[in-house]
Every structure is written in structure tokens, then in C-alpha cells.
């Protein structure tokens, strides 16, 4: 059995794993990390999105052997800098972005790496990078001010930092 | 300030936006062992044998279980609505025996220390099936001579029901205008974001032994009777939480056969076990919703007055009757006449079986087919008389004088005022600047036509006075439950037995409670979706929690008020009647210095060492509701869309949705909720559908087969509200959880056919897919 060295939320890790696991399976099962929910088994819903080496992926279309020596954030990491939660978990909040909250965490993820690539997303780039996350609840139309709100948001503290 | 009507952020999200979730499959207490089923490949087939010796062997089995093996014990799965006195109820087990009837029906299962092994060993099942006739098209289905779903009922048909009022014939015969329509309601996954999931874990041994069972469940408590009754496990030994709950929309009321189980296998074992669903089973085998064939016939006079309808419906039941299957298609019969008034009305529908997946509840449950029909046919009536499709509804609506109205479906509308929610849609719609251009394309012949589509919808919510479901045969009532506790500090605890799902009842619950009790709104704690915790109650669907339980609440909070003034005249020696309550405080009228709080008045309560006579200590009260009346939200919406003649792709351009849910608790919370039902009803128009092949396969078990909107598939919405308090409770609410899917399906599908009538299209079979869109413009004729 494989064993792996991965950085999860800037803790590190050592395990055997079997080569067939899931990243996400590893995440939930074996490291207790159950803020990364799953929604799908095709890589459709985006619930399970985390960022490995700081760009997203679907955690479910990940192997855990392939996180070997990389790093994996998970929204569960998000806060842990001591400044509170993140301004898009705290846009998310703000603007009524989440209703059962099952899609949030992935939703929060995938936001991050599109904002990353696009610090000043308009409304239908943000609608556009966040096609592979399904939500159920909200109709969209709060997360993409969400998504928004925490950019300017994001935009304004690298200006003062 | 008040906090009924104000925006508060939701307390339920901390925990939502950090990860720091209770989802049913996060939980897995020490020695769980993990479930996964076999499911049936055949929509149709009698199990010959299951041989399970192979899987056993397997690395990390613990048991391996068919149908046979749960025979004794699992009873039949419950179905809580006998509509008519013979309606055909077949038996349904939990877990197929001898035949299976719908593709994905669990035939074995494995129990494994682990997911991966329990999976794997399914491999080593061996089931010989004979395959049956799949019967698989409900028109057919209730023909003579056809195959037949259930061999020993002799027919597909489970019942018909009937509902007449006034004269129909006479309203039909001689009718200037009769507009005979079919509708296919297509078959829909309601597809919560949450996978299904259930633990169970034993606890004692022998016939001592307790359950508690985690369900990502809409109904813990429903849950907790029906597994009681179907398990003969005695109801005080089994409790049931659903914890935090990922969406429902009415997939999650139900009594699955896999929470059945979970408890059989924690008995039989002895230990917790787990089961979590994949997507691609959960696809076929949640309940899928819609499915109906609706032949309507719409009788007016030429100057554009509705004087009769008939409605002639196909219901597909699946293979099963479930939980409230047969009912759903009956809670629309009462709402194809929506908002208009007519001499007659008759209504017929039959149940069929099918070898599919069982339908029941999704988001608006009957109500959105019978509204789509109505409303199909009023914007045919005006295109028939050549008037606006506004200015026809406006001759037929009831107008808001006339309220409260009896509607020829024998339901009374308390309030309304369609007027002025049209009114505020046309003005944030620009109605008239989009007819303009509308004309203006059609002249030039743009390839891209613009379709203007109107919905003016009622709907029946707040399910349900208790006399009026007993009245329809349910098995249940339709009160809800709500406790409040000042506790000794002052601190506020709420008990309701609604159960959320993502509708922040926690926020909405505390807002009521600190409003009504003059308590900080983060003195309140909201307790709920725990039997052991909310004793009694009856769950949430039917955009019954504000308006049943939210109601249930306010009351208990008046009640705990009594019961504070009664000691707060006491301790001040003062007449009731002179004191006054606000802001959390009882003053002596006109001694304003003299008087209480209520955080001191439960301290009293508590010490207990001066109480008026007959006063028991601690303030504390519980209410249980029942409702006088159905709440009914109603609005207007208008659609403008794109659609492209040559492709046939539709983009919807501008989507305005005035609702009226009455009064407003949270306004943040009920755009939400209109957001999301609008996502969903435009979802039903343009993208979803289960598909069968011939065979009774069903072909979208996937995501990736089944159209969710994404993001990138849908409009920005403009929407606004006007606020005609409900006449039928203290809080003037009313429902808000379907009302968006309710209103949204036929605005858009008028739309597109609005868009297309100059080519001679008259309609539009959902889902309105490219590919159809451009079909019906080719046989359209005018192209």
C-alpha cells in the first residue's frame, strides 16, 4: 500500500493508502475532514471541490495517491490564518448565498480559484467560472453577488496589505 | 426595532460556510459497519434466486442479506393516503422478494467494515431474474389487455378520483370558444444537493433495545411513527434526528426502504450501521416527481369569460404507491381553476402504475401541473380572441373586492390582490417597451424572436387544516407544534417540530420569538429535527413551516406572556388589566418606574417562592396549531425570452416575479425562497427530464444525463413583493417555499410559444430543448 505525505489545511499527514482511494474519501474517512461534502460520482455537482496546490479540483476525481507531496486547503482551512473566516465565507453569509449549504463549501472553493484567475469578475464571468458547481437551493443568483462582493472586498485588502 | 420583517443575517450559516457541518454521513460512531445495495438492472422481473455464499468470503463482510432473509420482519412500506375506497395498494417491501417492479429496486445488500468492501462484494452477488413485460407507458398501461404491473390486481389503474361542480355540460354545449388541450407534465429528479443517507445505531439488547436513527430526512417525526409501524419496533424505543439536512424539495418526504433496513441491520447486528447513497442509485431510486398526462378543456364566450373547465388526467404512480404518491396529483385539483371564476368544473384522475421509479412530493406537489395548464390556456384563450393575455386574465380573475371567495374547487380564498401585483410587474417589467420590440422583430423578420410570457398564479400552502386532509382521506393532520422556554437567566429556547432543511428556521423561528417576547434576537435558540428533542410534530412540505409552525410558535410566545403578566401583577401587586407589555417589559400603566422585565419575571417563575395561587413554576409554554385555512400566495410573473428560430436556443432575457406571501418575516430568507423555486420551475421548462427507454431503463441516472441549471444557465431575477396579509392566522403569512416553481414553468413556456406564434406553433412539449424548439417551428408549417 501506497504511502503518502500530504499538507492538509497546513497540517501534515503520513498514511498508507490504497491506490484506488478517492482524495475526498481520504479527506472525510480517514483525516476526519467532513466539511468537504460529496454530491455526485461524476464529477458533475462540485461539492466536494478543494484547492490542491492552490488551484481547484474536484476531490471525488482526485486519487489520494496523487496529493502525495502537495498541498490540499479545504474550506475548512480557510479561517485558520487568526483575521476570522474568509471574505468569501463572510460574503456568502452577508449575501444570503446558502441555503441547505450543502454546495457552500465546494461553491466557496471554486470561487477562490476563479477569483484568483479574475480578481474583478463581471456577473456572467462569475456565472460562467462557476458552471461546474451545482446548487439546488439558491438559483444562483446570491452567489454570484457573493462571489462579487468578496472580490472587491479581496481587491481592497491587497491594496492595503 | 421590530424583527418581524427584518433582514437578519442567518445564524444557521456559521456553521454552513466553515465546514463545520452535521451532515448524516459525517457521523460515524466507533465499530460502524457500511450498507450497500444491489439494486434490480430489470424495470420488470421475478427473482429467481440470490445466491450471496460468493460475497461472503469477501475481505471485511460482515453479512450479506436478500430479500428472502428481511421477508419475516420488514413489513411493507407505508403509503399514508388512500384516496378512494378501492384505490389498489399493492404491498411494497422494503426490500424486493420475488419480483422486482422498477429499475434500481434494492434486491441485496452487503454490510462491510468499510464502504470500499461493501461495494466491492456486491460484485460477487448472484441473481437469476426472469424478466416481465416492463410496462412503461401509461396510456397504454390502462388499455385492455395490457401488460400489468401488479399480476394479481388485474389492472394498472390504482384509482380514480373525481371532483364536479356546477353544471359542466351546460358551460360546454354551445361555448363560443372550447379549447382542448394535452399537456405532458414530464417526469422530474428532485435532486437535493444532499445525497440520501441513514445511520442507525442499537443501543441495550433484546427486546431493550433503543435505536437512534440519523435520516437526511424533511420528516423525523413522520419517519419515527411509520418505522414503528412498519417494523413493530415500539415507537418509544426508536428516536430520530435528522441533523443538518442538505435540501429536499420534497424527496426527503418519504419512508424510504433503506431507513427500514438500517434498522432491521442495527438489530439484527448490533451495531451502528451507515448507509450514504451515490448519486447514479439515488437517481433511481428517490422518488422522482411530476409524470402526469393532462387532457383539459377550457370552455369560454367570445368575449373572453371562462365558463367551464374539464380536466381529464393520467398520474403516473410508478411501480409503488409511497408515502403520499396517490394525494399529490389531488392537491392539484384543487387549483387548475387558479385565480378565475367559472360556473363549472370537473376534474378525473386516474393513478397508474408503471414499472418506474415511484413519483411523489416535489417542490409544489400538483399544484405546478395544474397551474401550468390554466395558465397555458388563458394566454390560448387570448391568442383565440386575439386580446392581450393580461386582458383575458383580468376579465376572469376575482378582483380584490371580492375576497374572501369560494372557488368553484370549494376552496376559500381569504386575501389577494392580483391588480396590484400585475400592476408592479408590468412597471419593473416594461411590458409595453417589450411589446414594442417584440413587433418591431417580427416586421423585420429577426431570426431571433422575442416571446413574452405571463403567469398569475394562486396556490394552496400551509398544509393543512387537520378536518380538510381527514375530509380527503389522509392519514394524518396537519397542526404543528412549538414550545418555548424562558430559562432562568433569561435566555430563550424554541422547540418547534417543523424540521429544516435550509429554509433558516433558526433565524426565523428566533425572530418571531424575540419580537413577540421583547428578548434580544441572540437570546434565542432554536431546538428542531430531533424527536427526543421536539416531542411532537409533523414536519416540513407544503410550505407549511411559517404558516403552521411559525404560528404554532407565536401563539406559544402569547402564551408564555399570559402566563409572565400573571406573576408580574402579582410580584407588583397590581390588577392585570393594568399592566401593559413591551420591549420585554410588563409597567403599571401610568406608573411607567413601577414594573418587570421578562428575564425577571422567569427568575421569579423559577425560585418558585412567590407565585400567585395556582401558578406552576418556570415560564414555559407549548402550543400545538392546527390551521383554519390553507395559506395562498399568489403574484404575477412575466417572462421575456429569446429564441433563437434557427437553432431553436432560448435564453431567457428578462424574468420579473412579483409574489404576495403576505406578511414578511425575513425578506432576505423569501427572496431566497423565490430565487430557488424560480431556478426549479425554469429548470422543469427548458433542461430536466427522466427518460425511460422502451425497455423501462431510466437513461439519466446521472448528473451528467439529467440537466441541473448551472450557474452559466440561468437569468438574474428581478423580483418585488406586495403584502396582502393572510386573513387565516395571527402572523398574516402565508407559504413561500413553492410558490416560485408553482408560478415560473408556464411564464416561461408562454414565452417560447408566444415567441413562435406567428410560425404557426402552438406549443412546446418541456423539456423546451433546442432540438424541440426547432421541431415545432418546422412542423409549425409557416417557417
Known amino acids: 500500500m501506497p504511502r503518502i505525505r500530504v499538507e492538509v489545511d497546513g497540517e501534515t499527514f503520513e498514511d498508507d493508502v490504497e491506490p484506488r482511494v478517492l482524495l475526498v474519501h481520504y479527506l472525510r474517512e480517514r483525516l476526519g475532514k467532513v466539511g468537504t461534502p460529496v454530491g455526485c460520482d461524476t464529477t458533475n455537482c462540485g461539492a466536494c471541490t478543494v484547492l490542491l496546490d492552490g488551484l481547484s479540483v474536484k476531490s471525488c476525481s482526485v486519487l489520494a495517491v496523487q496529493a502525495d507531496g502537495r498541498s490540499v486547503t479545504t474550506v475548512e482551512g480557510l479561517s485558520l490564518d487568526g483575521t476570522g473566516d474568509h471574505p468569501l465565507q463572510q460574503a456568502f453569509h452577508r449575501t444570503h448565498a446558502l441555503q441547505c449549504g450543502y454546495c457552500t463549501p465546494g461553491m466557496i472553493m471554486a470561487s477562490l480559484d476563479l477569483l484568483r484567475d479574475n480578481p474583478d469578475p463581471s456577473e456572467q464571468e462569475v456565472r460562467n467560472g462557476l458552471e461546474g458547481n451545482l446548487c439546488r437551493c439558491t438559483g444562483y443568483q446570491n452567489i454570484v453577488r457573493a462571489v462579487r462582493s468578496a472580490a472587491t472586498e479581496m481587491r481592497g485588502r491587497e491594496v492595503t496589505s | ?397 376575482i378582483r380584490h373586492e371580492e375576497f374572501p371567495y369560494e372557488s368553484i374547487a370549494g376552496l376559500t380564498y381569504d386575501t389577494g390582490n ?79 417540530g417543523s424540521s429544516a432543511h435550509g429554509q433558516g428556521h433558526e433565524t426565523a423561528w428566533a425572530q418571531i420569538a424575540s419580537d413577540r417576547l421583547g428578548v434580544p434576537f441572540e437570546d434565542v435558540k432554536v431546538l428542531h429535527g430531533d424527536t427526543a428533542v421536539s416531542p411532537k410534530g409533523m414536519d416540513t412540505y407544503g410550505s407549511r413551516s411559517l404558516a403552521v409552525g411559525g404560528v404554532a410558535l407565536f401563539r406559544a410566545c402569547d402564551k408564555v406572556v399570559e402566563k409572565a403578566r400573571a406573576i408580574a401583577a402579582h410580584l407588583l401587586e397590581a390588577s392585570e388589566d393594568d399592566l401593559e407589555f413591551g420591549g420585554g417589559r410588563f409597567s403599571v400603566r401610568g406608573v411607567e418606574a413601577a414594573g418587570l422585565t421578562i428575564q425577571e419575571i422567569t427568575q421569579a417563575a423559577f425560585a418558585a417562592h412567590d407565585l400567585p395561587d395556582g401558578v406552576e413554576p418556570s415560564l414555559d409554554s407549548d402550543v400545538t396549531h392546527d390551521p383554519e385555512n390553507f395559506s395562498f400566495p399568489h403574484g404575477t410573473h412575466l417572462c421575456a425570452v429569446e429564441v433563437d428560430t434557427e437553432t431553436g436556443f432560448t435564453r431567457i432575457r428578462k424574468y420579473v416575479a412579483v409574489d404576495d406571501v403576505g406578511t414578511v418575516v425575513n425578506p432576505m430568507i423569501v427572496e431566497g425562497q423565490v430565487h430557488g423555486g424560480l431556478a426549479q420551475g425554469i429548470a422543469q421548462a427548458l433542461y430536466e427530464e ?54 415560473s414553468t408556464p411564464a416561461v413556456v408562454n414565452a417560447i410559444v408566444d415567441a413562435l406564434r406567428p410560425f404557426g406553433v402552438r406549443d412546446v412539449p418541456m423539456p423546451c430543448t433546442p432540438e424541440r424548439v426547432w421541431t415545432a417551428l418546422r412542423e409549425g408549417g409557416a417557417l
Request: net charge negative.
Open chain 2, 1 to 397: 426595532m421590530t424583527e418581524i420583517g427584518r433582514a437578519r443575517l442567518r445564524t444557521e450559516d456559521t456553521r454552513l460556510v466553515t465546514g463545520r457541518t452535521r451532515w448524516t454521513d459525517n457521523l460515524t460512531p466507533a465499530g460502524t459497519l457500511h450498507v450497500a445495495y444491489l439494486r434490480s438492472p430489470h424495470a420488470h422481473a421475478r427473482i429467481d434466486n440470490v445466491d450471496v455464499e460468493a460475497a461472503k468470503d469477501r475481505p471485511n463482510v460482515v453479512a450479506v442479506l436478500s430479500g428472502k432473509d428481511f421477508a419475516e420482519e420488514q413489513g411493507a412500506l407505508p403509503c399514508a393516503w388512500q384516496v378512494t375506497e378501492d384505490m389498489k395498494l399493492p404491498a411494497h417491501p422494503p426490500m424486493a422478494v420475488d419480483e422486482v417492479r422498477y429499475a434500481g429496486e434494492p434486491v441485496a445488500c452487503v454490510v462491510a467494515r468499510d464502504r470500499y468492501s461493501a461495494v466491492d462484494a456486491l460484485e460477487d452477488i448472484d441473481v437469476d431474474y426472469t424478466p416481465l413485460p416492463p410496462v412503461v407507458d401509461m396510456e397504454r398501461a390502462v388499455q385492455d389487455g395490457a401488460d400489468l404491473v401488479h399480476s394479481d390486481m388485474g389492472t394498472n389503474a390504482s384509482y380514480t378520483w373525481v371532483f364536479e361542480q356546477g353544471d359542466l355540460d351546460a358551460a360546454m354545449r354551445d361555448a363560443p370558444v372550447l379549447l382542448e388541450r394535452r399537456f405532458v407534465q414530464q417526469r422530474l429528479i428532485p435532486t437535493a444537493m444532499e445525497p440520501r443517507a441513514v445511520l442507525c445505531e442499537p443501543d441495550g439488547s433484546g427486546p431493550n433495545m433503543d435505536f437512534t436513527l440519523y435520516s437526511a430526512t424533511q420528516i423525523p417525526h413522520i419517519l419515527r411513527l411509520m418505522l414503528a409501524v412498519v417494523t413493530e419496533i415500539p415507537e418509544h424505543r426508536i428516536r430520530v434526528i435528522a441533523p443538518d439536512v442538505g435540501g429536499g424539495f420534497g424527496s426527503k418526504l418519504q419512508v424510504y426502504g433503506e431507513e427500514v433496513l438500517a434498522l432491521l441491520l442495527a438489530r439484527r447486528l448490533g451495531r451502528p450501521v451507515k448507509w450514504t447513497e451515490s448519486r447514479s442509485e439515488g437517481n433511481m431510486a428517490v422518488h422522482h416527481g411530476r409524470d402526469q398526462i393532462q387532457k383539459v378543456t377550457l370552455a369560454a364566450d367570445r368575449d373572453g369569460l371562462v365558463k367551464g373547465l374539464k380536466v381529464e388526467l393520467l398520474a403516473d404512480m410508478g411501480a409503488y404507491l409511497m408515502l403520499v404518491t396517490p394525494g399529490v396529483p389531488l392537491l392539484g385539483a384543487f387549483m387548475f381553476p387558479g385565480i378565475y371564476k367559472m360556473d363549472a368544473y370537473s376534474f378525473t384522475c386516474t393513478g397508474v402504475f408503471t414499472n418506474k421509479t415511484p413519483t411523489d412530493a416535489y417542490r409544489g406537489a400538483g399544484r405546478p401541473e395544474a397551474t401550468f395548464a390554466i395558465e397555458r390556456l388563458m394566454d390560448d384563450l387570448a391568442d383565440e380572441l386575439g386580446v392581450d393575455p393580461l386582458e383575458v386574465r383580468r376579465r376572469n380573475w
Open chain 2, 690 to 743: 427522466a427518460v425511460y427507454d422502451a425497455d423501462g431503463n431510466l437513461t439519466t441516472t446521472t448528473m451528467a444525463d439529467y440537466l441541473l441549471p448551472s450557474a452559466a444557465d440561468l437569468p438574474s431575477f428581478t423580483t418585488d413583493r406586495t403584502e396582502t396579509p393572510a386573513a387565516g392566522n395571527p402572523l398574516g403569512v402565508k407559504g413561500v417555499g413553492e410558490a416560485g416553481t408553482i408560478a
Open chain 2, 418 to 496: 392580483y391588480e396590484a401585483a400585475t400592476e408592479k410587474a408590468l412597471a419593473l417589467f416594461e411590458y409595453d417597451k417589450l411589446r414594442a420590440e417584440q413587433s418591431d422583430r417580427r416586421d423585420r423578420r429577426d431570426p431571433v424572436q422575442l416571446g413574452i410570457g405571463v403567469s398569475t398564479y394562486t396556490e394552496m400552502c400551509g398544509l393543512a387544516p387537520s378536518r380538510v386532509l381527514g375530509s380527503l382521506s389522509y392519514g394524518a393532520g396537519g397542526w404543528e407544534h412549538a414550545s418555548v422556554r424562558v430559562l432562568p437567566s433569561g435566555k430563550v429556547e424554541v422547540v418547534t
